[in-house]
Every structure is written in structure tokens, then in C-alpha cells.
């Protein structure tokens, strides 16, 4: 039982590159979440969704776009990187019925 | 919307002492979840305790206890006999309780706190 995995862990991206975040949990979780890190600010919420197929905006939602094919996969995209989108980001799940958010390990991204 | 305030950017505690680290939090809502996180330099988030606004009974977890005020919007965290491994960056978190929410946390900014040997 792996938990909640995040790849990769660390990215280095250039401004206006593209790149997708994968977090998959194996605890069979209805809801799942992308935060993200930033210092003096704590973790603020990206997207996230309900259930498979469903997704929805969260607080800080701007230059993101995510993906809910499958159950146990939350996929998180950056179409056109920018330096503001240097953070630490995090993924978590939780099941229905429960109060715990299982978190990933984090990514670090740098957009230079 | 709900917001949460952790007044104390860094903390400093002597090995074996007693800390406590402030959270204040503003909702509207009657019920609801709080919950304590310890982000250590691995960066991985951990729960430390939860308490459901419900429970007039503060949470306890080995050393680690929680004052929750509700009338006064506050839930503060205390760590009794503190250990060099519970150095550690601390969030305080609110969850809604209504059943249509998405479950999401909502974060205080962290309290970054030093245990001194």
C-alpha cells in the first residue's frame, strides 16, 4: 500500500514550457486535491475533485488545468509556465466518510 | 469563507518543556473540523490531532493536546515534554463539516518551530 504517490519530485522548468503533474493513490479515495506551498502563505488549494470524471477550481486555480480519467490518477497541468508558479506542490485524497487528507510527498517546481 | 490565522511565523522551545502555538479561525458555520499538521524538513504533511467542533472535550494525543475555545474561535496546540524530533514546521487546518462541501482544508500560514537540545 504506497499511499499517495506524486511524480516527479523535483522539476526544473523554463517560462512558457509545459508540464503534468501525476498524483495516484491506491486507498480507493473518492476525493482528491492539488495544494500548493508557498512561504509565509501556507497551502492553498489549486483544483480538485468529487469523484472520477469530475473536477472543479479551488482558490488559486489560474495557469492550472487537471484531469480525473481514472479513480486513483489526479493529473495536474501547466500549459505555459511562469515564475510565479515556482512552488512546492502538494497532492492529497481522503475518502468519503472520513475526516483524514492523506498528502503526497510534494514536488518541487522552479520555472526560471 | 472560512480563514485561519497562525499569528507566530517561528517558535523556540527547550527540549523537555511545554510549547503552545496559537491558531484562530473565522467561520460561520456551527460545525466543523480542526486539525493540527507537522511538516518536518522532509516535507512530508502529517497529522498530528483533529477535533470535531461538536465535542466540547479537547483532543488529546500522547504529548500533544489542543485547547479549543470555540465561543472565542480558537484552537491552540500544546506539546508537553518537547523531543528534538518534533521540530517541525506546524499548519493549523479547518475542514467544513457540511456534506455537500468538497472536504477541502483550508491552512493557516504555519508556525516553524526550534527545539533546543
Redesign the interface.
Given at each position: 500500500n504506497a499511499g499517495v504517490t506524486q511524480t516527479p519530485k523535483f522539476r526544473v522548468l523554463k517560462t512558457g514550457q509545459s508540464m503534468t503533474l501525476l498524483c495516484a493513490q491506491d486507498m480507493n479515495h473518492e476525493?482528491m486535491?492539488w495544494?500548493r506551498q508557498d512561504p509565509?502563505?501556507?497551502?492553498?488549494?489549486i483544483h480538485?475533485s468529487?469523484g472520477e470524471g469530475t473536477t472543479?477550481k479551488?482558490e488559486v486555480p489560474d495557469g492550472y488545468n487537471v484531469s480525473r480519467l481514472k479513480k486513483q490518477n489526479f493529473l495536474l497541468g501547466l500549459e505555459s509556465a511562469a515564475p510565479s508558479q515556482t512552488s512546492?506542490y502538494?497532492c492529497?485524497s481522503?475518502a468519503s466518510g472520513y475526516?483524514?487528507?492523506f498528502?503526497g510527498?510534494?514536488t518541487r517546481l522552479t520555472v526560471l | 469563507a472560512q480563514t485561519?490565522t497562525?499569528s507566530q511565523?517561528e517558535m523556540s522551545v527547550q527540549e523537555a518543556e511545554t510549547v503552545t502555538l496559537s491558531c484562530t479561525y473565522d467561520t460561520s458555520e456551527s460545525d466543523y473540523?480542526l486539525f493540527w499538521y507537522k511538516q518536518p524538513p522532509?516535507?512530508?504533511?502529517i497529522?498530528v490531532i483533529?477535533q470535531e467542533a461538536y465535542k466540547q472535550q479537547n483532543a488529546t494525543e500522547n504529548r500533544f493536546s489542543v485547547n479549543f475555545q470555540k465561543a472565542a474561535k480558537s484552537f491552540s496546540l500544546k506539546i508537553s515534554d518537547s523531543q528534538l524530533g518534533d521540530a517541525a514546521m506546524y499548519?493549523c487546518a479547518y475542514?467544513s463539516f457540511f456534506m455537500g462541501s468538497?472536504?477541502?482544508?483550508?491552512?493557516?500560514?504555519?508556525t516553524q518551530l526550534t527545539v533546543l537540545p
Open positions: 476525493y486535491y495544494y509565509g502563505m501556507g497551502l492553498r488549494l480538485y468529487v472543479a479551488g512546492v502538494f492529497a481522503v475526516n483524514e487528507q498528502f510527498p510534494g | 485561519v497562525q511565523p473540523y522532509s516535507r512530508q504533511m497529522l483533529r499548519f475542514r468538497a472536504r477541502q482544508l483550508t491552512f493557516g500560514s504555519g
